[in-house]
């Protein structure tokens, strides 16, 4: 007689390995995730999963683990409740937000999008799902110039528990200076140009510090809790930053841009700093003036407009501008139009 197979001691021990994973990652899992981490093959998967889900259940009696599936990937994730209802609108809403950090692909963030847009894509009424047809080919970016961080989903991981728990954290870190150990206090976690960035309190040199997250090596969650400053805001630390990295607070370096007018739209339309002032069009050209702590980033940018964009002041970023513009024009030897 053909018995049902139940599951075993060592297969009770993987079970239980699996749901503490699912609880302490806080996230859905790929299938390739779980069938890694338990190193078991997809039938013994599946087989756990139907023993799981026909055994066990959660506080509303449905079955404990859930099976989704986002762009073609399975996913597994412990079967929360989920109160909150969307509409085919917020739903495409939500979606952008992810298409707009897929840089952050691979990685908990995105990750953990996707496990939201999955639960409120359930709660769409049959009659309106028709509406969300082919969502995936309606939005999309270029991803031009983007960084991948894949490779660091674990540090991030350890990065947004930091926050989430104000726990510090111990970070070995790669600069232009060598490899060094950090303990910090996470403060902002920040995006700029399709890039990570972490503003921290670094205990050994009092100050706040800001630490690209691709060059963290290792980073470690201490238990050891911190109070959350209320004098900081990310608003007031990048006041007279052009970008991220931040001058001598001391500094106030007035920079005047002169412009054609046929840059107005990219140039006074945007955002770049929030003290930024833009003039009318007179005789064919705008100004642009800005206060900045450092003149590394406002430089840069200056450049990558080239020719059209012209510095009034001051006159060392003139000098800068001039120098590299030497640099490029010999770097041609003696190419001649």
């Known amino acids: ?18 749901i503490y994973t699912l609880a302490m990652q806080g996230r859905s899992l790929t299938l390739e995730d779980i069938l890694r981490i338990l190193d078991i093959s997809e039938r013994t998967a599946r087989r756990y999963l139907k023993a799981m889900n026909e055994f066990l259940s959660n506080r509303q009696g449905e079955p404990l683990i859930r099976v989704t599936r986002t762009g073609g990937v399975e996913r597994w994730r412990l079967n ?36 939201m847009f999955a639960d409120l894509e359930e709660t769409i009424p049959l009659a ?10 309606k ?20 990065v947004l528990r930091g926050l989430l728990n104000q726990f510090k ?20 976690l920040v995006m700029h140009r399709d890039a990570l960035y972490l503003n921290a309190w670094v205990e050994n040199y ?33 006041e007279r930053s052009f970008g991220v990295f931040k001058g001598d ?15 107005y739209d990219y140039v006074a339309n945007r955002s770049w700093i929030a003290n930024q002032e833009i003039s009318p069009v007179q005789d064919g050209k705008f100004l642009m003036k800005v206060v900045v702590s450092n003149l590394f ?14 510095v009034i002041e001051p006159g060392e970023l003139i000098e800068m501008v001039k120098g590299e513009a030497h640099k490029i024009l010999d770097g041609y030897g003696n190419y001649s139009r």
Do not use: C
């Open 139 to 158: 939005f999309y970016t270029t991803g031009f110039g983007s960084r991948s961080y894949e490779e660091v989903d674990e540090h991030i991981d350890v």
């Open 169 to 188: 954290l111990e970070l070995f870190y790669r600069s232009q200076k060598g490899e060094r150990q950090y303990l910090i206090q996470p403060y902002t």
């Open 1 to 18: 007689m053909n018995e049902k197979r139940r599951p075993t001691y060592p297969a009770a021990l993987n079970m239980a390995k699996l």
């Open 297 to 310: 980033e406002i430089f840069h940018w200056v450049m990558s407009i080239g020719s059209e964009a012209r």
């Open 80 to 115: 929360e409740t989920m109160p909150l209802e969307a509409t085919p609108y917020q739903l495409m809403s939500l979606y952008l937000g992810s298409i707009l950090m897929s840089s952050l692909d691979q990685t908990v963030v995105r990750d953990g999008l996707m496990d």
């Open 206 to 238: 009092r100050e706040i510090r800001t630490f690209r997250v691709d060059n963290i090596l290792t980073a470690r969650l201490t238990k050891d809790y911190f109070d959350y400053p209320t004098d900081y805001s990310p608003e007031s630390f990048y």
């Open 249 to 263: 607070e001391a500094n106030q370096i007035t920079v005047t841009i002169e412009f054609p007018e046929i840059l």
């Open 128 to 137: 309106q799902r028709a509406l969300l047809k082919n969502y995936q080919k």
